[in-house]
């Protein structure tokens, strides 16, 4: 349970959850969600944000948070309350979803293995449908978007073959179907 | 129909628009358009006080004591940092107030200027809402807003920080409207069916209980004569946390007391064995639960609160309702006329049976004395004395605040003002020059320690500009009580830094501040001279010198059940009382 005043009497498992968080675009806003995570002591694995409807100045933000059910809850309560909040979406809990996202990944060639590993590099970003978008003689720089499980495994991949940085955007998601939020 | 003004007379306009007779507040560099606005006008009174946390909890006091929304005036930098304990103590106890803070102007944010900070970023984590306002165009809008998100829903603070230039910028000013806000549509009547379900889980009750807070009072006077209907109709106990003291009548048969850590037994045990719980806008403080595993292990629980994020964060329940407090019980009280319930008179003469049983224990008793004043007594006397004569009362907070809320009984909704959930020092005495300012003809007493009043001591000085008739009375006990209690229970008696050393003489003190001083040390005496406090036209420090090392029971102990209380006559160790882990708590 949440309260220091008392023992957990029964464990309850941790969810990974995406809520996706349609607010005013507003000074302030995202200091205003990121914040009410940190100031709760709730996760943030993922978080992205842009307008997604200038005329009515309409932002939507995608978090990705891990908690047990109660914990999940509460998230939703403490965001819906905050005053620039339109509407928070549950995105896993309300069905079939797709996540995607996107990474940039800097990878570099140096020593005996050089070629082998520039092929190795070229082939994996083929079967993972990952773009070179930069070359260099001794180093790619890869765009892939994909669920986050795909970038995980791409980037461990790479890992082996001389990687050097990445920058991911976190994750983006959309409920499958016809229908809107 | 809009008018061409300055952004600082919008601000003004505003509040006379918004019913707004008094703000309180402080002047300063980047608020002196504004100054100047409040000079040229008669319809809102400023009130000069000596402390921007002052301005807050006496806003807190007016809101409180009035259900209006409470309004502060202060500048940038440290007129906005010094507001921010008054703003987290009105978040933490629902209070609705509106603090319009002065910035530098808008092309000098962010450049380390004169008396700048980042208050919206400060204040975010202590408002409801905040706002920037950094075109002239949106203030009209940001001001109208401000009270609508204040007062609706789960009340709170919200600030409103206009950079000089703005307040100098000319705009089109417009009146409030009833246009719905863009976002922020609280839920205010409950679901119907939910609501059948709680009746008819009452109705089949054997140990029900009422456990009503703050929520009460915040719903307004309907709310209250509401719950009076809805616990005589049913016959139910009922008990209430510190901040819902008033909302049901305290001479009532009834009326079980306060539960919490300070609570009656008989409220503590009540809530520990019922088999149905109704929590009325009270949201599970851990002052009230103790120890969460152990918390009213046979009940179904009923809560109902306008703030969904309450539902469920602390105690599960089995039956929310989210709504207004009034709206919900009104709808309880038809509910039950149309059912017309056959009582069960059997188990409600085992219930009330248990109940008069732990109310036998007197939970609340204290050894008298002839040479010296008990604290439980003074305040015991000071109730008597003041009963019936238009009393509202303000704490401090620590041993004094428990001892009032145990000793003095309130007949009415908004006539006790106290911090709760920050446990503020320094609340009480500016929070008493609010109440005193709504209400210039009540007898307003702000039960205080010796240490606590010394936090906003400044404010008698506004009490006496002012000529507000405040009684300062001062349970004196040479020790921060609460904190000394604690060392006992949890450090060995090594009472470390608790000890109130090279204390004022209040009495003379009193006098400073053009106020009338009155020492009484002597039992005897206490009558004669808190009459005296009393008829004094003039604000008064009373210095009531009592017991110091006089303990605050009964109590349940950090990391303990509602039924492992400690009673005032518990004879053992009482450093042996609470286990490691226990002492761990706050």
Same mark, same amino acid.
């Given at each position: 349970m949440l309260s220091p005043y008392s023992d957990p009497t029964f464990r309850q498992t941790n969810e990974r959850r995406t809520l996706a968080i349609v607010v005013d675009n507003e000074p302030g806003v995202l200091a205003r969600i990121a914040g009410m995570f940190s100031g709760r002591g709730y996760n943030i694995e993922s978080l992205t944000v842009s307008e997604t409807e200038h005329e009515k100045h309409v932002s939507r933000i995608t978090v990705v948070t891990r908690g047990t059910a109660q914990i999940i809850d509460q998230i939703k309560a403490q965001l819906n309350r905050l005053v620039p909040?339109?509407?928070?979406?549950?995105?896993?809990?309300?069905?079939? /979803?797709?996540?995607?996202?996107?990474?940039?990944?800097?990878?570099? =060639?140096?020593?005996?293995?050089?070629?082998?590993?520039?092929?190795?590099?070229?082939?994996?970003?083929?079967?993972?449908?990952?773009?070179?978008?930069?070359?260099?003689?001794?180093?790619?720089?890869?765009?892939?978007?994909?669920?986050?499980?795909d970038v995980d495994r791409f980037i461990a991949l790479m890992a082996n073959i001389g990687l050097v940085e990445v920058a991911r955007t976190g994750a983006a998601a959309i409920s499958r179907g016809a229908d809107g939020l | 129909m809009s008018e061409t003004m300055t952004g600082a007379e919008m601000i003004i306009r505003a509040l006379q628009d918004q019913g707004v007779e008094h703000i309180f507040g402080y002047p300063g560099g980047a608020v002196l358009p504004i100054y100047d606005a409040i000079f040229?006008?008669?319809?809102?009174?400023?009130?000069?006080?000596?402390?921007?946390?002052?301005?807050?909890?006496?806003?807190?006091?007016?809101?409180?004591?009035? @259900?209006?929304?409470?309004?502060?005036?202060?500048?940038?930098?440290?007129?906005?940092?010094?507001?921010?304990?008054?703003?987290?103590?009105?978040?933490?106890?629902?209070?609705p107030v509106i603090v319009f803070t002065g910035q530098v102007p808008t092309y000098l944010i962010g450049s380390d200027a004169f008396q700048e900070c980042d208050t919206v970023g400060i204040t975010r984590h202590c408002t409801k809402h905040n706002y920037l306002v950094k075109r002239i165009e949106d203030l009209p809008r940001v001001l109208h807003e401000a009270f609508y998100v204040a007062a609706n829903g789960r009340p709170g603070p919200v600030v409103i920080d206009v950079p000089k230039d703005v307040q100098f910028a000319k705009g089109k000013y417009s009146r409030p409207t009833n246009a719905e806000h863009k976002t922020y549509h609280p839920k205010v009547d409950g679901d119907l069916a939910q609501i059948e379900r709680a009746v008819d889980?009452?109705?089949?009750?054997?140990?029900?209980?009422?456990?009503?807070?703050?929520?009460?009072?915040?719903?307004?006077?309907?709310?209250?004569?509401?719950?009076?209907?809805?616990?005589?109709?049913?016959?139910?106990?009922?008990?209430?946390?510190?901040? @819902?003291?008033?909302?049901?009548?305290?001479?009532?048969?009834?009326?079980? @007391?306060?539960?919490?850590?300070?609570?009656?037994?008989?409220?503590?045990?009540?809530?520990?064995?019922?088999?149905?719980?109704?929590?009325?806008?009270?949201?599970?403080?851990?002052?009230?639960?103790?120890?969460?595993?152990?918390?009213?292990?046979?009940?179904?629980?009923?809560?109902?609160?306008?703030?969904?994020?309450?539902?469920?964060?602390?105690?599960?329940?089995?039956?929310?309702?989210? @709504?207004?407090?009034?709206?919900?019980?009104?709808?309880?009280?038809?509910?039950?006329?149309?059912?017309? %319930?056959?009582?069960?008179?059997?188990?409600?003469?085992?219930?009330?049976? =248990?109940?008069?049983?732990?109310?036998?224990? /007197?939970?609340?008793?204290?050894?008298?004395?002839?040479?010296?004043?008990? %604290?439980?007594?003074?305040?015991?006397?000071?109730?008597?004395?003041?009963?019936?004569?238009?009393?509202?009362?303000t704490t401090e907070?620590?041993?004094?605040?428990?001892?009032?809320?145990?000793?003095?009984?309130?007949?009415?909704?908004?006539?006790?003002?106290?911090?709760?959930?920050?446990?503020?020092?320094g609340y009480g005495l500016p929070a008493a020059v609010g109440v005193q300012q709504a209400h210039p003809d009540a007898l307003v007493v702000c039960v205080a320690g010796e240490a606590s009043v010394l936090m906003n001591m400044q404010e008698m000085s506004t009490a006496a500009q002012y000529k507000l008739p405040i009684k300062v009375f001062i349970l004196n006990n040479e020790y921060m009580g609460m904190v000394r209690q604690w060392q006992e229970l949890l450090h060995g008696g090594r009472y470390s830094n608790s000890y109130s050393e090279a204390l004022p003489d209040f009495?003379?003190?009193?006098?400073?501040?053009?106020?009338?001083?009155?020492?009484?040390?002597?039992?005897?005496?206490?009558?004669?001279?808190?009459?005296?406090?009393?008829?004094?036209?003039? %604000?008064?420090?009373?210095?009531?010198?009592?017991?110091?090392?006089?303990?605050?029971?009964?109590?349940?102990?950090?990391?303990?059940?509602?039924?492992?209380?400690?009673?005032?006559?518990?004879?053992?160790?009482?450093?042996?009382?609470?286990?490691?882990?226990?002492? =761990?708590?706050?």
């Open positions: 909040v339109h509407r928070v979406v549950d995105l896993t809990l309300s069905g079939a /979803n797709i996540e995607r996202e996107l990474a940039l990944v800097k990878v570099r =060639q140096d020593g005996p293995d050089r070629s082998e590993h520039r092929m190795e590099a070229l082939r994996l970003a083929t079967a993972f449908g990952a773009k070179p978008i930069d070359a260099t003689l001794n180093s790619f720089i890869f765009e892939i978007a994909g669920a986050a499980d | 040229q006008q008669d319809k809102v009174k400023h009130i000069l006080v000596r402390h921007e946390q002052g301005a807050v909890h006496a806003a807190e006091g007016y809101a409180r004591s009035t @259900g209006k929304v409470g309004c502060v005036l202060v500048t940038s930098g440290p007129g906005a940092t010094n507001a921010v304990t008054g703003l987290t103590d009105a978040l933490l106890d629902s209070i889980l009452m109705m089949k009750a054997k140990r029900p209980i009422f456990y009503t807070g703050g929520g009460v009072i915040n719903a307004g006077p309907a709310a209250s004569a509401a719950l009076r209907e809805l616990v005589r109709m049913t016959g139910f106990p009922i008990t209430s946390t510190l901040m @819902g003291l008033g909302a049901y009548p305290a001479s009532d048969p009834q009326w079980l @007391g306060m539960l919490g850590m300070h609570g009656t037994y008989e409220a503590n045990m009540a809530m520990h064995d019922c088999d149905v719980m109704i929590n009325i806008g009270a949201r599970f403080d851990d002052r009230i639960t103790g120890r969460i595993d152990a918390f009213s292990p046979k009940s179904k629980k009923i809560h109902v609160d306008i703030d969904p994020s309450s539902i469920n964060k602390i105690v599960k329940v089995d039956l929310p309702i989210i @709504g207004d407090a009034g709206r919900v019980l009104s709808e309880m009280v038809r509910l039950w006329k149309e059912k017309k %319930p056959k009582a069960d008179a059997e188990a409600s003469k085992a219930w009330w049976g =248990q109940i008069s049983a732990w109310r036998a224990r /007197n939970s609340l008793a204290y050894k008298c004395s002839e040479t010296e004043i008990k %604290p439980q007594y003074a305040i015991e006397r000071l109730y008597a004395l003041t009963k019936g004569k238009n009393a509202y009362f907070v620590g041993q004094h605040q428990m001892w009032a809320a145990q000793f003095l009984h309130f007949e009415e909704p908004n006539r006790w003002m106290t911090s709760g959930g920050l446990g503020t020092m009495v003379k003190l009193a006098e400073a501040y053009h106020a009338k001083g009155i020492r009484c040390s002597d039992p005897k005496e206490l009558d004669a001279k808190i009459q005296e406090m009393i008829d004094y036209d003039g %604000p008064v420090i009373f210095d009531c010198l009592v017991t110091k090392e006089e303990n605050c029971f009964p109590m349940i102990p950090s990391g303990k059940a509602h039924n492992e209380m400690i009673l005032p006559d518990f004879s053992g160790d009482t450093g042996e009382i609470i286990d490691a882990k226990g002492k =761990q708590l706050v």
